[in-house]
């Protein structure tokens, strides 16, 4: 199992870190405890996590401002490489409105990289495809972010294969993000197409929110290794396909610490194959 993967040339640590759940209750707001969301991306670095995925509409904006805060991603010798994402919307209810307009992403690209505190983004991903704005004409708009140089690889977010392959034929599409885990596999055609193409596939929710319980195998193996589900569930994620690049999140650094420890669990064929 080779534990880093190639994005358009920056290699990275297969197991990435998710910062979604540093920001408040429903993902809105600022953290409840801003200060263990700042310890949880410093301690995330120092256990060699190197890739960070984030979003505009997380908090909206308090995500990307901590990682900007906390995180030296200025200058050649950066050892971090940030994903965001554009094409969210969110309200004080709470809702995720889909927003693919190219002038807001054009607009939110630079929101971005303000809070980031860079130049360039490292990847940025269309976060949802909107009914509203021919896909064709989202993902442009993407492409010419990269060309004018505002971004350096361009991802995908919640996208089918036929998505995928029109996004290709217009830009090198570096990674997909879809939900996918051990218990949901429901996107294991846009899984095999990044395999084809070696574009990167980030799975989120890769812990299944954490709720395992009904998965075969799991609680199985875990006992086997005396270790948790969850870690069994992002070593499985590894094993699964080399493309993978779990991003699993929290706010705390506990279980951050529990996280990590994930990547170097071995599972046997037998393990595979009972989670298989």
Not at 69 to 90: I, M, N, P, Q
Not at 134 to 149: I, R, Y
Not at 183 to 210: I, K, M, Q, S, T
Request: proline letters at 4%; hydrophobic letters at 40%.
């Amino acid at each position: 199992m080779d534990p880093t993967f190639d994005i358009g040339g920056d290699t990275v640590n297969r197991l990435g870190f998710g910062a979604m759940r540093l920001c408040g209750p429903n993902i809105l707001g600022s953290p409840e405890d801003e200060a263990e969301a700042r310890r949880v991306l410093r301690r995330a670095v120092e256990l060699g996590v190197d890739f960070v995925d984030t979003a505009d509409s997380y908090g909206p904006g308090v995500s990307e401002r901590l990682i900007g805060e906390e995180l030296d991603l200025t200058g050649d010798d950066s050892d971090v490489f940030v994903a965001t994402k554009a094409g969210l919307l969110r309200n004080a209810s709470g809702e995720w409105l889909r927003h693919g307009d190219p002038d807001y992403v054009r607009n939110q690209v630079l929101v971005s990289r303000d809070r980031l505190g860079v130049d360039t983004i490292d990847l940025y991903q269309y976060h949802a495809p909107d009914e509203d704005v021919p896909f064709e004409d989202a993902v442009t708009t993407f492409a010419e972010l990269k060309d004018e140089g505002f971004v350096r690889h361009v991802g995908l977010s919640n996208v089918t294969v036929e998505q995928l392959e029109t996004a290709r034929e217009i830009v090198d599409v570096a990674t997909v993000q879809n939900q996918y885990n051990v218990g949901n596999r429901a996107d294991e055609a846009v899984l095999e197409a990044c395999e084809e193409h070696d574009v990167g596939f980030v799975p989120y929710f890769p812990v299944g929110a954490g709720n395992l319980d009904d998965v075969a195998g799991v609680r199985e193996v875990a006992e086997r290794h005396d270790t948790t589900v969850y870690q069994v569930a992002l070593a499985w994620l590894l094993h699964h396909s080399p493309v993978t690049l779990p991003i699993p999140g929290t706010s705390s650094v506990a279980h951050l610490e529990e996280n990590v420890a994930a990547a170097d669990l071995e599972l046997t064929d037998e393990d595979l194959a009972l989670l298989d």
